[in-house]
């Protein structure tokens, strides 16, 4: 194999992959309770996160899904290909052992993020069962809270 080929299998080895995780419900913002979420659909995030990523050198991977298991299995993937997580598990936040179970699993940053303030609403959503497992946690800062974890993620990748 010559040195260019082999440099660039390096460059892509090592390039710095984040996955942002948004859990259930997560695929209707936009038209979900806009006087709490907001109007920004998911794909404007998403596509907003994967432009922030260019600029900062970091590759970005949206998964979202309305499914605990699934979840639960894009965590125990990254593992071996993810530098660093951002993760909103919506409703899952306040009931999910087995996505703060796969969480513990890892050894890269993760940050969790709540587009409301969980700790302002019903006594129900002030309990996030991850909160004590994650780097930290961003709550309550809107959509702006998605950009704040990666520019966060760059600097500690
Ligand atoms: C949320 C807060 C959760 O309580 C709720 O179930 C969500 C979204 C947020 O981003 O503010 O679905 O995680």
């Keep these: 194999m010559n040195q260019g ?11 710095m992959k984040v996955l942002v995780i948004h859990g259930p419900n997560l695929n209707m913002l936009g038209k979900r309770e806009p006087e709490i979420y907001g109007k920004i659909t998911l ?3 998403n596509s907003d996160l994967k432009n922030l990523g ?3 050198g ?4 949206a998964f979202q899904s309305n499914h605990e298991g699934a979840i639960v299995e ?12 951002i993760i909103n598990p919506a409703a899952y936040t306040h009931t999910s052992i087995a996505i703060r179970d796969a969480l513990l699993a890892l050894d890269i940053p993760i940050i969790e ?12 959503r002030h309990k996030s069962l991850i909160s004590d497992v994650v780097t930290a946690q ?10 704040m974890a990666l520019n966060a993620l ?4």
């Design 5 to 15: 080929v082999s440099n660039q299998m390096n460059q892509e080895k090592n390039k």
């Design 43 to 45: 794909d404007e995030i």
């Design 54 to 56: 260019k600029k900062l």
């Design 58 to 61: 970091i590759s970005v991977e």
């Design 74 to 85: 894009k965590i125990q993937e990254a593992a071996a290909t993810q530098k660093g997580i």
């Design 113 to 124: 993020i709540h587009i409301s303030n969980i700790y302002k609403r019903e006594p129900f």
């Design 138 to 147: 961003i709550t309550g800062l809107g959509i702006k809270g998605y950009s």
């Design 154 to 157: 760059a600097e500690m990748i």
